[in-house]
Structures are given as C-alpha cells and as structure tokens.
C-alpha cells in the first residue's frame, strides 16, 4: 500500500495522518505525537492532503442505505452515496458509519450494508441491551439502599460467582464501588441476606467437592496371614468416618512386640488406574465442619476400612522394639483382622491395652531424648448438625498418645525399610526448628510452635527433626491421604516382587499431591474459621483465655474452649501464660477476623 503525504488513515481506531518514510510511515496524532509504524498496522481512508481537523458533513445515511440494503461497497463509494463528496471529512463520516454497526457493516475494507431484516434484528438487540442497562441501573440503586427485589437476582449471579472464586471480577460490585474481591462479594450477599451461613472457602480454592462415580475393582485373591485370633483395636475420635488403623501390643522377653494394622489401600488402587488419578487429584480427605468429602468413593472405605465388616484386610506392620524403645526389627505382610473399634475415652477403659501404653511412654522418651518437640496445645472439634454449630473440646486422652506413638514408629519402620531395600518412597522431613523455647505453659509451646519450620514431603530421606526421627514415612493413613497410599503402592509392589515407581514417578505423584494437600489443609482451616465465627455471631461467647504472647500494646489469648487465638488490648503488661476472661464483640465473616475485649485478668 502507497499512501501520498498527508493522507488520512485510522490507527488503533483514532485517525491519524500519515506520511511513508522508507518501508514504515510516519504518524501524526491529534495532540502532536509521532510514531513510526508497520504499513500493516493501519486501515486507509483517504489519499489527502487531509488534516485532523475532522468534522464529517451532513449526509443522507438512510437513503443511501435503502438504495445499498445488502449489497457491499468501498469506504469511497459509501461516502459518495451519504455525503455527495469524497473529502478527508466525508471519508472518515463513512468510516464512523459502519463503526457503529446500525444499517452498515465494516468487513476488511469495505463496506456491507445490512438488510432490512438484520436491521431490524439490530434494533432488537439495542432495544433489550437498552433495557438490560436500565434494569441493571435501577437494580444497583436499589441495591445501594440496601433493597433486594426479586428481579435483582439474577444481577446477584455474579456476585456470587466471584465470592466462590469463580470469575475475576463483577460489574455490579464495581457499579456499587466495592472492591473486585471474594471478600467484598461474601459481604455484599450476607448484607442483602442471599448468603447466611455458605462456607465458600472448598469451592474458593478449587478443590473438587462432587461425589467420585468410579467403580471399585473386587479385592484380588492375596495371599494374607490369618491374624483374626488376636485382638485388634481401631481407637479414633467418636463418629470417625474411616477406621484406617488398628493396633496391638504385647510384652515379649526384653520389650515389646507391636503389630499395627492399616487398611490395605494398594490391593484395591492401582498406580495409574482411574481411583488412582482421582485421589491423586483430590489430594487428601477434605474434613469440613458440615461433612467429610473423600478422595475415593466411599465404596473402598466399606471394604477396606478396620472394623467396618466383621473381618478386614490389611497390611500389617509386626515390630519388636526394646523396652528402651529402639527398633529392633520389622516385617510387613498382608493379613486378616478382627478389629474392634473404640474411642480414645473407650480405650482407657481397657486393660489389654497396658502394654500399648507402656511402649508409647519409651519410644516418646526415646524421641523427646533425640530433639523431638512435644506441642500439645488444646484442640476442638467443630461440627455443623443440621442448624447446629458444635464446638467440643478434645480432652487429651492418654490414648492418644498411645496410638500416636504407634503410627510413629510403623512410620519410621517403613522409611527404614524403603531405605534399606532402594525402594523409591515419599519420605516426611523437617528442619531443626530455628529456635528451641524454653520453659513450661502454652504461652512456650505457642511460642516453640512459632519456631517450628514446615515439614515436606520428599523423595530423598532426611531427618525429621519435629519428630526426633532420622527417618520417617507417613502410611498409616491410606483412606485419608494420597502419599499414604503411594507408600503402600511401593511397599506392595516391593512385597510382591513387581516393579515399584521409579524416582522419578514418585516425585512427581508428590508434588502434585503435595500442591493439593496444601489446599485442602487451607479449606479445612477456613472453614474450621468459618463455622467458629458464627457460631460466636449466632450464640455470643465469653469464657477463658490464656496469655500466650505480647505485641506492643496488644496481647495475643489462646481460648481453649472455641479454638482460637485473638489479639486485645492490654490495660498493663500481664505476664505470659496469665488466664482472663474474654468477651465476644463481633466478627467479619467475609474475612475471618474477630474483635475480643479482655474483661479482666485473674
């Protein structure tokens, strides 16, 4: 294309005159800015001499669209037709006509004009876009004064989208001046009273909620070691969904045999098979206050969880461990088990269970004498019945410790034998903490916590210093967790003689799952957060709280009772680990946040 000097043309739709210089043309825009571009990069209108003072004249557009309907013609002719002339002015009085897009039509450089029934149709569409616009107009002042009317719904669409996370942004928060966040949204639908209870925080981050339609493959014929004349105790929190271990312990001459019985997850989910891909995708069991959402449907916990049916298979860890509470030696084999199913308060109860207590107490005081951390802070359970928000203590139940101390050590024994066999495996480390807090009382251990660095998984061993363990695996919980169940996909194919995940196909099942496991921790969080706070809205609190750390004029409380932490004012420096009473005044939902006032300190 060779355009004279001066000629008009239009540049990122502004007119501009142009003039060639070499293989580009120079530019000049209205307000006196030059540049040099690409002849491409430009559409022409006329050869010139123009200038930008562009002020098309009056012209006949529906006559010439009447003689023109359907018919296509050049920028020239159709400026001819309107104007009666082909100046700068009429050209680009053309051009603005087929920009609009009402009886003419720009394709490439030409011009088409409509016929009139896609007229008509295009009357239609600016109709109801008109009516669209005033709908929305009169739907955001109503909505400024805090007014919902039932045709306001559908505006409230996005709204909603945007605070689950599921679009950027919203015309209608923009439209109100609120903020383009989740946030802002959640707040705009409780205030209209859309929203009043919805935890949006699961579908926020992306996590797959919907129930899982796979089918579940029967279990092969293995070959298992009868173990259903021994007892078996799955002990849990009450009203825990999936039983994935069981435990049982004996004195034998010098220490302790310990076997620990996990559900057989590998038998019944292949690598690479389609409830692989899907736990892979989920990450782990999602444990909301309102339900459990699983990784796997629920069919394979009916069949593998201990307990659950009057014989179970599993995989089972046999331990001997000295009464110093070394690892002596381990074997791992497929079984049958009659588990029986208790809760922690259940377990205390039960004296068979004497021996499983005194292993704990070695191999703890064999772990805390390797740098192990001992954080215990109080925990709560929080759980949504129907309209009901319950918020229950855990008691620290010495069971607990019993049956933590056991998963411990068949997490060691399997990082231990992976190790010694070459077996690829994902291995849980942490760091030494950057600093060890001395002293007694929650205000050290939330301090210790603090200092804690984040364990990993990985697919090298390394220590775990948290745990006070040269090495360490998590596989008792294959039901919950997917890398517990690639642990056991190695372990089987290690037991079976079949070729194992190469190094290179377990750090990748690792990070993908490690990626989701992160989320889902957040959602679990959140959400914990989520149902406190209106259970705090809804029913009011005051209660205890103890001093756990001091920032400037505030002090931070740690409430054992509700599970949570808020920071107040303070009259005077208390101490650490001083007990108050605390008073709920308010929270913001959308943002999780609490306003606690101390009433006083005893």
Do not use: C
């Not at 707040?187 to 339609?213: A, D, F, K, M, T």
């Not at 209106?534 to 409380?557: H, K, N, T």
């Amino acid at each position: 294309m060779s355009l004279p000097q001066a000629s008009l043309v239009i540049y990122k739709g502004r007119p501009a005159l142009a003039e060639a210089k070499g293989d580009r043309l120079e530019l000049s825009l209205a307000g006196g800015e030059k540049l040099r571009v690409r002849t491409k990069d430009v559409f022409p209108l006329h050869p010139g001499p123009a200038d930008l003072d562009l002020k098309p004249p009056e012209g006949e557009e529906v006559e010439a669209w009447e003689l023109l309907q359907g018919q296509t013609v050049s920028l020239k002719e159709l400026a001819e037709l309107v104007y009666g002339v082909y100046t700068p002015q009429a050209a680009y009085g053309a051009y603005l006509l087929a920009q609009r897009g009402e009886r003419f039509v720009l394709e490439g450089e030409r011009v088409r004009a409509r016929t009139q029934e896609e007229f008509a149709a295009w009357q239609r569409a600016q109709a109801a876009k008109q009516a669209r616009l005033r709908a929305f107009e009169e739907g955001v002042e109503r909505l400024r004064k805090g007014q919902l009317a039932p045709e306001d719904h559908p505006l409230l669409a996005e709204v909603e989208a945007l605070a689950l996370g599921e679009r950027k942004e919203s015309p209608l928060l923009k439209a109100l001046g609120l903020p383009q966040t989740p946030e802002a949204a959640h707040g705009l639908l409780l205030r209209l009273g859309v929203w009043r209870r919805e935890n949006p925080h699961p579908r926020r981050l992306g996590l797959r909620l919907g129930p899982i339609e796979l089918p579940v493959p029967p279990l092969p014929e293995d070959e298992r070691t009868d173990l259903t004349h021994l007892e078996a105790y799955a002990i849990d929190d009450e009203g825990s969904p999936d039983p994935d271990d069981a435990v049982w312990a004996e004195r034998t001459e010098g220490g302790f045999r310990l076997l620990v019985h996990v559900a057989d997850m590998a038998a019944l989910v292949e690598p690479g098979s389609l409830l692989d891909q899907e736990a892979r995708h989920r990450g782990a069991n999602l444990y909301l206050p309102e339900g459990t959402v699983p990784m796997l449907p629920p069919r394979v916990t009916e069949v593998l969880g201990l307990g659950l049916q009057e014989i179970s298979p599993a995989l089972t860890f046999a331990l001997w461990v000295s009464e110093e509470g070394e690892l002596l030696e381990e074997r791992l084999f497929p079984s049958w088990v009659r588990v029986r199913r208790l809760s922690y308060r259940e377990a205390l109860e039960v004296p068979q269970l004497s021996p499983l207590r005194e292993l704990a107490e070695a191999f703890g005081q064999k772990r805390l004498a390797q740098g192990a951390l001992d954080l215990a802070l109080p925990e709560v359970k929080v759980q949504v019945e129907g309209e009901k928000i319950r918020i229950t203590p855990l008691p620290p139940y010495p069971s607990r410790r019993w049956v933590r101390e056991a998963m411990l050590l068949a997490g060691y024994a399997a990082a231990h034998l992976a190790l010694r066999e070459g077996l690829p495996f994902p291995f849980a480390t942490q760091e030494a903490p950057s600093r060890r807090v001395q002293g007694e009382g929650l205000a050290a251990l939330w301090e210790q916590r603090k200092a804690l660095k984040r364990a990993q998984l990985k697919a090298v061993p390394a220590p775990h210093k948290g745990l006070g363990l040269p090495l360490y695996a998590q596989v008792t919980s294959p039901l919950r967790r997917y890398l517990d169940l690639v642990a056991h996909q190695q372990l089987r194919a290690w037991l079976k003689g079949e070729r194992p995940l190469s190094h290179a196909e377990l750090l990748e099942r690792v990070g993908a799952a490690e990626a989701v496991a992160d989320l889902v921790r957040e959602a679990e969080r959140k959400s914990r957060l989520h149902w406190t706070l209106l259970y705090l809205i809804e029913q009011g609190y005051q209660g205890p709280g103890v001093l756990v750390e001091r920032r400037g004029g505030q002090g931070v409380f740690l409430l054992p009772e509700i599970g949570l932490s808020t920071a107040v004012l303070l009259s005077r420096p208390f101490p650490l680990d001083s007990e108050g009473i605390l008073r709920f005044q308010g929270a913001d939902l959308p943002s999780l946040e609490t306003r606690f006032a101390l009433e006083y300190v005893g």
